[in-house]
């Protein structure tokens, strides 16, 4: 029997080049989507894709609608302007307060109860936002709460988060996925939830630089293509 | 104007203790329950009266259908049996995967929103189930990934959790409790989820031993008052 592992799952670039990561390793995958009232919900809809392409074992959708209720970021804020200016230095107003705290702790559940002792996860502090939970550091900490909280403390093997893509740039990422075949045409990455992408929020402009950088085709389309 | 603090209240006999200390304190209250599925979800309703007995300036049910879906404790599971015969050394299996962890990261999105500084969450090592999520260990790594992962971790103050019960004794608590003039007859502690309690669960135990040790009346009925 193969080993199991969780994967979080947008439906992005780099969650589903996670999924190819786990594949190529030969997990029985659990992949694990949020509905979070994220504003590009629409990934949703791609995590599903992505998920069958994958032939996983199973791929739970998570309804959190209490991000969405509490607001405060402007990919859950209907109010809030998703900035298309560019990515700048500051963490930008597109942060969800302890987003990816929240997935892990969910995925985390989800491990210890399917019996996986890997949760893969698509986070990268290079060519990113600028988002705090986001880097390797916060990645560590969690590990090591992780292996305090959960009952597998006790046993040999703790469940351990792998960010395999967390040192990576975007060019990389791209270059890792394409050999190992990721379906890149099924994923989404825009924030304003656009179909064709808008090509100028920051999450468009990472992934078109990145496509550039690592000379290949984005084969997604978009409205206009604007340079990082 | 008073200092916002997130509490989390399960309409249980600690984390309604907590709020004694919040409100003794003088903080502005943002009370946060989970209604995961639980078999004593009826706690639900106790927490209402709590919060709206300490006038708090927000109340939010967040609703956790994931845990109920995945299930894996007998607190979630309907097929599996809340035990009746009295407390052991093991990890029960009323525990409940990662429960604190998810609470807690809700919490912290919360806290960030609202502007608390201050997380308060009734967990105590001493006269409990033996849950891991519950030790002084895992509340100070909790903190330390906090304190990376939230946006103010830029700035002077990071969001803390506070335990305050973590080394107290149910009886500790009980007597702190009851000299805060905390309203113990709007509180629920049954796994089973009667009213009146079963007094036979491991949580009704704990808590009627608390009461006698302490020297204090449980205000609530049981069907059955058993010693721990």
Same mark, same amino acid.
């Not at 504003?39 to 599903?48: D, F, L, P, T």
């Not at 969405?68 to 930008?92: C, H």
């Not at 009952?151 to 040999?156: I, L, N």
């Given at each position: 029997?193969?080993?199991?592992?969780?994967?979080?799952?947008?439906?992005?670039?780099?969650?589903?080049?996670?999924?190819?990561?786990?594949?190529?390793?030969?997990?029985?995958?659990?992949?694990?989507?949020?509905?979070?009232?994220?504003?590009?919900?629409?990934?949703?809809?791609?995590?599903?894709?992505?998920?069958?392409?994958?032939?996983?074992?199973?791929?739970?959708?998570?309804?959190?609608?209490?991000?969405?209720?509490?607001?405060?970021?402007?990919?859950?804020?209907?109010?809030?302007?998703?900035?298309?200016? *560019?990515?700048? #230095?500051?963490? @930008?107003?597109?942060?969800?307060?302890?987003?990816?705290? $929240?997935?892990?702790?969910?995925? &985390? +559940?989800?491990?210890?109860?399917?019996?996986?002792?890997?949760?893969?996860?698509?986070?990268?502090?290079?060519?990113?936002? *600028?988002?705090? #939970?986001?880097? @390797?550091?916060?990645?560590?900490?969690?590990?090591?709460? $992780?292996?305090?909280?959960?009952? &597998? +403390?006790?046993?040999?093997?703790?469940?351990?988060?792998?960010?395999?893509?967390?040192?990576?740039?975007?060019?990389?990422?791209?270059?890792?996925?394409?050999?190992?075949?990721?379906?890149?045409?099924?994923?989404?990455?825009?924030?304003?939830?656009?179909?064709?992408?808008?090509?100028?929020?920051?999450?468009?402009?990472?992934?078109?630089?990145?496509?550039?950088?690592?000379?290949?085709?984005?084969?997604?389309?978009?409205?206009?293509?604007?340079?990082?």
């Amino acid at each position: 029997m193969n080993e199991k592992a969780v994967v979080i799952l947008s439906g992005g670039l780099d969650s589903t080049t996670c999924m190819g990561i786990a594949a190529d390793k030969g997990y029985e995958i659990y992949a694990l989507t949020f509905d979070y009232g994220q504003r590009h919900r629409h990934e949703v809809e791609h995590a599903k894709r992505v998920a069958q392409f994958y032939g996983v074992k199973q791929h739970r959708i998570v309804k959190l609608d209490f991000l969405r209720q509490i607001g405060g970021s402007a990919l859950t804020d209907p109010e809030m302007e998703v900035p298309t200016e *560019g990515v700048t #230095d500051d963490i @930008p107003v597109t942060y969800v307060p302890g987003r990816n705290l $929240i997935f892990l702790s969910l995925a &985390t +559940s989800y491990a210890e109860v399917v019996g996986a002792r890997t949760i893969f996860i698509g986070v990268s502090a290079v060519d990113y936002s *600028g988002y705090p #939970d986001c880097r @390797p550091e916060f990645i560590a900490s969690m590990n090591e709460t $992780i292996r305090r909280v959960t009952k &597998t +403390s006790q046993q040999e093997r703790p469940i351990v988060i792998e960010a395999p893509l967390v040192h990576l740039s975007k060019a990389d990422t791209i270059r890792l996925g394409t050999r190992l075949g990721v379906p890149y045409h099924l994923t989404t990455s825009c924030y304003q939830g656009q179909s064709p992408a808008c090509g100028v929020c920051d999450s468009c402009r990472l992934r078109l630089k990145g496509f550039a950088e690592a000379g290949v085709e984005d084969p997604i389309p978009y409205v206009t293509r604007q340079p990082s």
